[in-house]
Nanobody, 127 residues
Framework: VQLQASGGGLVQAGGSLRLSCAAS????????MGWFRQAPGKERDFVAT????????YYADSVKGRFTISRDNAKNTVYLQMNSLRPEDTAVYYC?????????????????????WGQGTQVTVSS
């Protein structure tokens, strides 16, 4: 299984970025996908998740209303649209695939629920 994240970069506060995560080696449409982030010296925190079939999402309170997770099962890709970025959003962003197929929750925030991880993409938001 490979998850390849891309789309990170440097952006000013208030700006937008769109992250992508291309998956291979698994039946993508059967896996709930998530995004996590890790700032320097901090733990890897949950950001957002989307159900294996699409249509249902869940967000961390810190990004609710600013970030949108989506997926295209035909392209084996999950996205994270990030708007109104803040300096505190600066982190390495990781995509992840659930440990179990066709599962939806309830512990979306638990890193242990995700078995496969991408390499991460750096997002830096300047003030």
């Amino acid at each position: 299984v490979q998850l390849q994240a891309s789309g990170g970069g440097l952006v000013q506060a208030g700006g937008s970025l769109r992250l992508s995560c291309a998956a291979s080696g698994l039946t993508f449409s059967m896996y709930t996908m998530g995004w996590f982030r890790q700032a320097p010296g901090k733990e890897r925190d949950f950001v957002a998740t989307i159900k294996w079939s699409g249509g249902r999402t869940y967000y961390a309170d810190s990004v609710k209303g600013r970030f949108t997770i989506s997926r295209d099962n035909a392209k084996n890709t999950v996205y994270l649209q990030m708007n109104s970025l803040r300096p505190e959003d600066t982190a390495v962003y990781y995509c992840a695939a659930d440990r179990v197929t066709t599962r939806w929750g309830p512990k979306w925030e638990d890193r242990l629920n995700y078995a496969y991880w991408g390499q991460g993409t750096q997002v830096t938001v300047s003030s």
